[in-house]
């Protein structure tokens, strides 16, 4: 039989979790295409992998088996992988999503690195791409490293490429939006409405600490994926909410720099240590130069803010 790579890496990650619900977040896909998956993999081998009910979830000896030699199958693919993409100057970003700070960067690292094949994907988030860049699916991620799911391995690198200045995004009509700059203490007047992908541990955790920081109320707590999502949010709850100053808005909608202080957030480069190639290394040596020549490394000279941890 042919054995699909998609449905091994299924079978591993369900006996790392234990917990199918778990298991199919870590995967980004539906719990019941999870338990289908792993019901056919079962049927094609003929063997039983996991016991499991209502509460319970275990490997049986076979199970054992397949999950120890699968590990090291996707190991080797993704070694295999990792040696092609080095020998034929190939590099895969993660840009997080649209209308970021990433999207400025890659347009200009495209001219200055002619050679090398870029390819973008968006993970919505570096606490769920993690795992990709570790895995070797990812060469470079970008996000803010604090306040992710959970802690970056040790064995992933980074390096600061901006403190990046946010605005808030205004339904056209809110009393806000008539001002040029909106100051932070004028926000606390107005329940603010936080919008992040489920992904985004790191982006909702630095809305939360803002919040805290200055007293400000979130009226809303939502999940959505990209800028569009974002700005219906907006329209629908008429409740402003943070976002990038280059955030792409519709006529209804208005983005507004927020003053006393400056809100920054920390969009940093991070790349698994053991795979510094020369391209990747060209690669972080354009992005510092990039950042260097928009300076994005040097804080404003009005009042800013930063979570204490991002200022490390």
Not at 263 to 291: C, D, G, K, M, N
């Amino acid at each position: 039989m042919n054995l699909d790579l998609r449905l091994v890496r299924y079978a591993v990650v369900l006996a790392e979790e234990l917990h199918f619900a778990r298991a199919a977040d870590r995967l980004h896909i539906a719990q019941q295409t999870l338990s289908a998956q792993i019901n056919s993999l079962e049927t094609r081998l003929g063997v039983t992998l996991f016991v499991r009910d209502k509460r319970h979830v275990a490997l049986t000896a076979k199970g054992e088996l397949f999950v120890r030699r699968g590990r090291e199958l996707l190991a080797q693919a993704d070694d295999l992988v990792a040696e092609i993409q080095r020998n034929s100057a190939f590099l895969r970003l993660d840009v997080i999503t649209e209308g970021l700070t990433t999207g400025t960067l890659v347009q200009e690292m495209r001219p200055r690195m002619p050679d090398v094949t870029l390819e973008f994907v968006q993970g919505q988030g570096l606490s769920a791409t993690v795992s990709a860049v570790t895995g070797g699916q990812v060469d470079l991620a970008f996000g803010r490293v604090h306040g992710t799911a959970e802690p970056l391995p040790a064995t992933l690198s980074h390096q600061l490429v901006r403190w990046a200045p946010l605005g808030v995004v205004l339904p056209a009509g809110h009393p806000l939006a008539a001002h040029p700059k909106v100051a932070m203490e004028a926000l606390a007047a107005y329940p603010l409405l936080l919008h992040t992908p489920v992904e985004a541990a790191e982006w909702r955790d630095w809305n939360e600490e803002l919040a805290a920081s200055f007293g400000l109320e979130i009226g809303w707590r939502l999940h959505g994926h990209g800028r569009q999502a974002a700005n219906t949010a907006v329209l629908n709850y008429q409740a402003p909410t943070f976002g990038p100053l280059e955030a792409l808005v519709p006529d209804s909608l208005v983005v507004r720099p927020v003053v006393a202080p400056i809100p920054l957030f920390p969009y940093s480069v991070i790349w698994r240590s053991e795979r510094a190639t020369a391209t990747l290394r060209h690669a972080l040596a354009t992005i510092h130069q990039i950042a260097t020549e928009n300076d994005w490394l040097t804080a404003p000279a009005e009042d800013w803010w930063l979570p204490d941890r991002d200022r490390a």
